[in-house]
């Protein structure tokens, strides 16, 4: 066997073992949403659906059409706060999670991500990067810069190797350099972005990829290096729009087929092997993976739902709690591990 498929297996099954070790940790994990209501909450979740705190960001909501509105680094969390422009930062505690910090936005922020010493918040226009010291983030920014589009449509924020990618919804996928992690330079446009490209949302990444939905052309993207690499349709399921990756696993969150797909990953490839894993109670706005647990939130124009799935070995979704409904407007989705 050649050497290079030898490697390709011990990832994958590596990736394997990491999931059915993540599923052993799940019963203490936590399940946060934000309320994203005009006094927007952060409202935190037992691994079987129990609400367990409900504590105020001290911003407020009204964010939309973006994933990422909520991250988790360890034990930090952060929120966006669209109507007041900045950033809520939570830490976990042996009594819950506690309110850290409020961090001003350049704009109105979308969406969120932490890497590289910094945490990075993507408003509607521009991208911005605050360096952290250890658990504080510093409140002013130590770099902005514009989005190439820039019209308002912003979806999400990830962070790959020396960069930023970034989703417009105006047909646009972009990368932002990081100089000491720090944003610089101008944005690029990704290369061999599809041709039928049609509304890039949601997106996942891991080490130098980047999994970018292409939603209204039903399609999937590996991005690397600025440039795209594969493109996968999703078959019977319509608008792929929010994605996750567990181990060798990739999971879409389907609107308005109010479904979710499984995909498994690998070098290149990104090869579907169960276009309904499971099903959703009304249109999903976000999708998360962590401790062995997949959340969702989804809509039904009327109220928002929390799903959470264990995952096991084989990414087979098992349904541990009924969609528990909250306020209509939940955004954004995270799982972190619980306090010891």
Known sequence: MKLCNVRKMVCFFSSLAAAAAGAAGSQNALVVTASNASQNQLLVYSSSGQLM??????GQ??????????EAKG?????????SQNVSIFKSESDGLQMKELVPAAGSPVSVAFGDGHLYILDTTKVESHRMFGADVDPSPDGVVGLLVADGSAAQVGVVQGQLIITEKSNMI??????DG???GSPAMVQNIPANVNTPFGLVTRGSDAYVTIAHANQISLVRDGAVLTVTGSGTQSAPCWL???????????SPSMSVSRYAVYGQKIVQDAAVAAQLNGDPTDIAYGEGLVAVIDSNGTVSHLSIFSV????SLTL???????GLGANGVAVIPGAN
């Open 182 to 184: 720090a944003v610089s």
């Open 312 to 315: 096991d070995a084989n990414g």
């Open 75 to 83: 034990d930090l969390v952060a929120v966006v706060n669209f109507g």
């Open 244 to 254: 996750t990756l567990a181990g060798p696993f990739l999971f879409s969150s389907n």
């Open 53 to 58: 705190q409900t504590v105020a960001t001290q």
């Open 320 to 326: 541990l709690q009924q969609a528990d409904t909250i």
């Open 61 to 70: 909501g009204g964010v939309s059409g973006n994933a990422g509105g909520i």
């Open 174 to 179: 972009e990368t932002v350099d990081l100089s």
